[in-house]
């Protein structure tokens, strides 16, 4: 089977089938990442370049070891480093690096649409690894299948995305993704960072009370608080952002259920999470960080068009 896309721009683009072939093709590339030997010879013919504009811990290093188990040739690129300190264009600096032979776009960037541009401009496979308030394709697609992999399905899953939705491609990609896979999904934070038109645009309940999400849900995607994307203040400080959207151990005590807690990274301790729910035994943060290699093993391998088994 194949993708549906020649590019993983984002969920929107994605067809439910697209989604769940990705899904079981990172079962299977978790399966090799238990091996001794935690590599396939699937890529050896394809050089990917990891293009980062915007800082990020977990997926450019998840993307390299993911292009590094399929034995990819890979490039880093970080602009701070770059000739694009320089004033050198996204396409001037693109077109050069694929000059080189290079046949894959790993591409993060704080301008919503970077990637979109560049897809209508190069010939090479592109995969968004996050743009702006967009999308964060990969992170939802890590975050589906590390709901599955705790609660064995996806549909008919309730999920509570909470905190900054407004400034969130996370939020925005978990949306589509969980929508389309069947699941109930229920947005909650202040109302200053939740936009107005999101209940009725993607279909989503809206709640500004914590514990309320937190009675109804089975999973909590906690979002962080991105003060470098808010230019103007949207709450008073992070110690009542706390008090008021902080998940506390106390929050989750009184619920008398379980509920599966996740968050994508990096986590501010002490405003969105205490650190006794991030490392708690609810917490499955750490297992979404390792799957993500499997997902992203798994969309650089269809993207490259595999259908050979590793
Ligand atoms: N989840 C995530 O995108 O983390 P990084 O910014 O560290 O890549």
């Given at each position: 089977m194949k993708l549906s896309t020649k590019h993983l721009l984002g969920i929107k683009d994605l067809s439910k089938e697209d989604i769940n072939l990705i899904l079981s093709t990172a079962e299977q590339f978790k399966e090799v990442l238990q091996r001794p030997v935690?590599?396939?010879?699937?890529?050896?013919?394809?050089?990917?370049?990891?293009?980062?504009?915007?800082?990020?811990?977990?997926?450019?290093m998840s993307f390299e070891l993911a292009e590094k188990r399929l034995s990819a040739d890979v490039l880093n690129f970080a602009a701070?480093?770059?000739?694009?300190?320089?004033?050198?264009?996204?396409?001037?600096?693109?077109?050069?690096?694929?000059?080189?032979?290079?046949?894959?776009?790993?591409?993060?960037?704080?301008?919503?649409?970077?990637?979109?541009?560049?897809?209508?401009h190069i010939p090479a496979a592109i995969v968004n690894a996050g743009d702006g308030i967009?999308?964060?394709?990969?992170?939802a697609l890590l975050d589906a299948f590390s709901m599955?992999?705790?609660?064995?399905?996806?549909?008919g899953l309730k999920v509570a995305i909470i905190g900054d939705i407004m400034h969130s491609r996370v939020a925005l990609s978990n949306l589509y993704l969980l929508k389309?896979?069947?699941a109930e999904v229920l947005v909650v934070g202040p109302p200053t960072l939740i936009p107005t038109y999101i209940g009725e645009a993607l279909g989503v309940r809206v709640t500004y009370n914590l514990q309320e999400a937190l009675k109804w849900c089975d999973v909590a995607n906690v979002l962080r608080i991105q003060l470098e994307r808010q230019n103007q203040p949207l709450f008073s400080s992070l110690r009542e952002y706390n008090l008021a959207y902080g998940i506390k151990r106390s929050n989750l005590d009184s619920l008398g259920k379980e509920i599966v807690i996740m968050h994508p990274g990096p986590i501010n301790r002490g405003v969105e999470l205490d650190s006794d729910v991030a490392d708690g035994k609810s917490s499955i943060i750490l297992n979404q960080v390792e799957n993500g290699?499997?997902?992203?093993?798994?969309?650089?391998?269809?993207?490259?068009?595999?259908?050979?088994n590793q």
């Open positions: 935690k590599k396939v010879p699937s890529l050896r013919d394809i050089t990917i370049v990891n293009l980062f504009y915007e800082n990020s811990t977990r997926t450019r701070s480093s770059s000739s694009a300190a320089k004033g050198e264009t996204l396409l001037d600096t693109v077109n050069n690096i694929l000059s080189m032979k290079v046949d894959m776009v790993v591409m993060r960037h704080s301008a919503s649409g970077a990637p979109h541009f560049l897809a209508k967009n999308e964060h394709p990969t992170q599955k992999e705790k609660l064995g399905r996806i549909e389309k896979m069947g290699v499997a997902v992203r093993m798994a969309v650089l391998y269809l993207l490259a068009g595999r259908d050979d």
